[in-house]
């Protein structure tokens, strides 16, 4: 799969809608096809734990609050998801009140859950050797019991199964619903009409729903530890912020709180020890140690001093200082990693369309095997073998077997009728059948590795990456900034004509000033620490992977690389190149200016190897991937750069818009979705941008451009090239979590299904009662996600 740095050509806009009342991968293959079918919906993604639909569309066809209005109405409430201003405090606000409210809902789900299996087990003890109880053991209290158990606490479930009935979009609430209707119904028959001689199971629809809301109790309370992740994220910002009004005396008014959203760009905000820092900004005044550690994953507290960068939520520790705000509101690091983790969360990864295309006709799938059981033991199978009547009435089975008069004293072997059989086998497939295990696989997964990756300083971009990541063949790295620390310095200056070195980097500080190429900023910085006056370059013109050009006092000043000045038609003697040659082999990177067509002098930089760049393509190495160098700097360079990590395959010279040709060569692209190899592209700079929107898997450093990061699918937000191994292990454990959880939910429908409806009943005498399907129904789901919560223990 090629990505693309940008959106498709028509005018399509993307919008959020949260979605309540889905249970099982078949809602969510229901709302996907609700959204889908609306004239003007492009493309539309949806996720169960999240419970967030992602939808293209065409504004001039369709609007939102119409789709929003659509899902409403076929019983999944809809709204549109707030953006813009909302604060991140807000956002933890609502996380805050939504979680109380649902924790309250499983509370009392969990206490009539309990009461309802205490009042039906306390009926049936006599049959265990215990003491009756006269009215627990009466036929007409359990049918009571079970009345109340379908109008009280089912009540939503059966109504809402119905509706997805009526809307042709039956979900596992159908299936459960069907099925407890029914032994209720069968119930009531035998009661009101004893003559039948059929047996009553009103225990059965009491003791079903009771272990469904246990087990959905249960399964959301997992489902909130899969996703504290990005709710630690939520609650990092504070509040309020302590406003300095007065500039020149920061220690003025220090108790002055105002909410953070009232706070903006440019005033200055006071932080003490042990506080919060509540936005972005730069130390104007004191110096200080912050715990940066919940956005970047790096333990050990940052020093800062004046002029350098803090962020919002991270943890001022060691003395007071004074900051001028730079970012508010969405525009915070911290607020773009949320928006960047919660888009994550909500893409799926390509492993889950077979569960999505199997859950699609999941449930029609399992009512037709629930018809034909029916019919198949009705007609056939209680006449090849009549023994299976012969119902097993062991301990076990009696504490879930009611008759009509409930007496102590029945036997062990009891015989049923071939309807009653039927009918038992049929709600046993009804209720075991478990989409939710399908709709829980990969989401919980991605959103139990997603935020994991974000608690360690690596930022994924979506399941689909995940899968991808596992999959890489080559990992193709750029040179300034990736393998080597982007801090370049500059070694030498050598004039060659009238001009001498200090007027030379004058110049170059003057045209260069306004870039935030690595080149530039070391030249700058240069100039700034030999405390030279600026001169003032106007009409900047600058060319990525080339140079950059600008007049000063009315002549043309030209500065970058060789290719830069030849295509300008500037040349230099021999001996000069030489010289040139001689520095280039040490390393060095060599700047050229020319002024009014004629070459003035060089100056020479020099940038260092990451620490840890030997060390991370070597576990690459060992890992079976291929490492490559892509670079635009000199052959002499890039190969130096290459032989002292240990990269063998290198591309120099290489201008940016050929980066993305040379990452598609290396795919071995047939098309779009055949790429012969996966590869990843790091890079940080924005002549990287083509190149990391054609590669598989676009890898990016927290210090890189704006463009880099938005076009990377995985950001390295502590700036250590290090990281790429995990991320790639994380990626691995992942989707091996994924993997496993989809096994399991088609494995267990797979023989659990064919176990209901009676496979193992003529030879074993094998027969699952409905009450024991309901718990392993439950036992699914919850199996699914504890077996994704594992993930954090992947290292």
Known sequence: MVKTASLPANSSSIIALDVEGMKCAGCVKAVEKQLQQNPGVISACVNLITEVAVVEY???QIQPATLAYKLTQTGFPSEIRPTGDRSISDKAEQAKDKRQQQQNQQFWQLITAAVLLIFSSIGHLHHLGLPSVPLLTNIWFHWALATLALLIPGRNLIIDGARSFYHQMPNMNSLVGLGTVSAYTASCFALFFPQLGWQCFFDEPVMLLGFIFLGRTLEARARYRASAALEKLVALQPSTARLVSNQANVSENPNLKIPVEQVRVGEWLRVFPGEKIPTDGTIMVG????????????????????????FAGTINQEAAFAFQVTEIGNSTTLARIIELVESAQTRKAPVQQLADTVAGYFAYGVMAIATITGLFWYFIGTNLWPQVLMVSSGPMHQAMEMTNTLDANSSLISSTSPLLLSLQLVIAVLVIACPCALGLATPTAILVGTGMGAQQGILIKGGDILEQVQKLDKIVFDKTGTLTEGKLQVSAIEAINNLDSTSLLQMAAAVEAQSNHPLAIAIVNHAQQQELPLLTATDIQAKPGWGISGIIEGETILLGNQDWLNQHQITWPQEIQERVNALSATGQTIVYLAKSGELEGLIALRDQLRSDAQATVTKLQAMGLDTILLTGDREEIAQQIAAEVGISQVFAQVKPEDKAKIIQSLQGTLSPEQNLNRVAMIGDGINDAPALAQSDVGISLQASTDIAIETADIILMQN???????????????????????FWALGYNAIAIPLAAGVALPSYGLLLSPILAAI???SSSLIVVTNSLLLKNYK
């Not at 200080?288 to 350098?308: N, P, R």
């Open 287 to 310: 110096e200080t140690k912050i715990d940066e550690s919940m956005l970047t994953g790096e333990s050990i507290a940052v020093q800062k001093v004046a002029g350098d960068r803090v």
């Open 720 to 742: 250590n090239l290090a990281d790429v191994i995990e991320a790639i292990a994380l990626s691995k454990a992942t989707v091996q979590k994924i993997r496993q959880n989809l």
């Open 58 to 60: 065409e504004p001039e």
């Open 776 to 778: 392993a129904m439950a």
